[in-house]
C-alpha cells in the first residue's frame, strides 16, 4: 500500500535526520526541547482549518505529524518505546472506547465515554463531564467543560436570561471591584453564552486579535525602518 509505503519512508527520514551525520538541530532535541513546538503546530493546524485552504491543512497536518513521528523516535533512541507502540496503544484506545461500534453494546453517549476512560486509568468514581485538565490552556478547559455538561444535559442556567446574568456581574464587577467571584461569573457566563450558542469562541479570539492590531496599524500609521 501507498500510505505504508509513505509512512516508512517518513520514519526512514526521521531517523536518518537525528542519526550520526545527521541535521545538528535535529540531532539535540529531546521530549523537553520540542513541547513548545507541539503546541505551536496544533495551532497552526487549527488556523489551517479556519483558512478552508486544502493545501495548508496538507501542510500543517504534516506537521502535528511529525510532532508524533519526532517524539517516537527520541523515544526508540533511549529504549523506552517505539512508534509501533504508539500506534497499538491508540488502536487499543480507539477500540476500547467505541463499544457501540466495535462490541454492538448500547448507543454512544458521553457519559459513557467518560466511564470507560475513568475504568482504564483505574480509578473507582468518575465525572459525567469529565475533569480540570491541568495541561489544557484555562480558557479552553472551561469551555469544554461547559460543553460537557451540556451534552449530557446539564444546564446550570436553563431558567436563567444569560444576558441578564452577565449585565449584573459588570454591575458587581464595577461595584466591588476586590470581590474576584464576580470576575469569575462574568467570565463563566460569559464563555456559556458562546457555548450554548455554538459561537467557536477559540476561532473568534483568535480572530479578535488579527482585528485588533489591524486597527492599531491602521491608527499607528506604520514606522519607517
Same mark, same amino acid.
Given at each position: 500500500?501507498?500510505e505504508l509505503e ?6 526512514e ?9 545527521g541535521?545538528?538541530?535535529?540531532k539535540?532535541?529531546t521530549h523537553e526541547?520540542l513541547?513548545?513546538?507541539?503546541i505551536e503546530?496544533?495551532?497552526e &493546524?487549527v488556523?489551517?482549518?479556519? *483558512? ?7 501542510? #500543517?497536518l504534516g506537521?502535528? $505529524? @511529525? ?5 517516537s ?5 533511549n ?10 496503544k491508540?488502536?487499543?484506545?480507539l477500540?476500547k ?9 448500547g448507543?454512544y453517549s458521553?457519559?459513557?465515554w467518560?466511564?470507560l ?15 480540570y ?6 480558557l479552553m478547559?472551561?469551555r469544554? &467543560?461547559i460543553?460537557?455538561?451540556? *451534552? ?7 431558567n #436563567?436570561d444569560?444576558i441578564d $446574568? @452577565? ?5 458587581n ?10 470576575n469569575?461569573?462574568f467570565l463563566t457566563h460569559?464563555i ?5 450558542n ?5 476561532s473568534l479570539?483568535?480572530?479578535?486579535a ?5 486597527e492599531?496599524?491602521k491608527?499607528?500609521g506604520?514606522?519607517?525602518?
Amino acid at each position: 500500500m501507498k500510505e505504508l509505503e509513505n509512512f516508512k519512508k517518513l520514519l526512514e527520514i526521521m531517523e536518518t535526520l537525528r542519526s550520526e551525520n545527521g541535521c545538528p538541530w535535529d540531532k539535540k532535541q529531546t521530549h523537553e526541547s520540542l513541547k513548545p513546538y507541539v503546541i505551536e503546530e496544533a495551532y497552526e &493546524l487549527v488556523h489551517a482549518i479556519d *483558512s478552508k485552504d486544502k493545501n495548508y491543512l496538507i501542510e #500543517e497536518l504534516g506537521d502535528v $505529524l @511529525l510532532q508524533v513521528v519526532f517524539h517516537s523516535q527520541i523515544a526508540k533512541e533511549n529504549n523506552d518505546f517505539t512508534i509501533n507502540d504508539v500506534i497499538e496503544k491508540l488502536n487499543e484506545k480507539l477500540v476500547k472506547r467505541h463499544p457501540h461500534v466495535f462490541e454492538s453494546k448500547g448507543e454512544y453517549s458521553y457519559e459513557q465515554w467518560e466511564k470507560l476512560k475513568a475504568k482504564e486509568k483505574g480509578k473507582k468514581e468518575f465525572s459525567k463531564i469529565g475533569e480540570y485538565n491541568p495541561g489544557m490552556p484555562p480558557l479552553m478547559n472551561l469551555r469544554r &467543560l461547559i460543553e460537557n455538561s451540556l *451534552s449530557v444535559s446539564y444546564d446550570p442556567y436553563e431558567n #436563567e436570561d444569560i444576558i441578564d $446574568l @452577565l449585565i449584573d456581574d459588570l454591575k458587581n464587577i464595577k461595584n466591588e471591584k476586590s470581590n474576584k467571584r464576580y470576575n469569575i461569573d462574568f467570565l463563566t457566563h460569559l464563555i456559556y453564552f458562546y457555548v450554548k450558542n455554538n459561537i467557536n469562541i477559540d476561532s473568534l479570539i483568535s480572530k479578535a486579535a488579527k482585528h485588533f492590531i489591524e486597527e492599531y496599524k491602521k491608527n499607528e500609521g506604520g514606522e519607517d525602518l
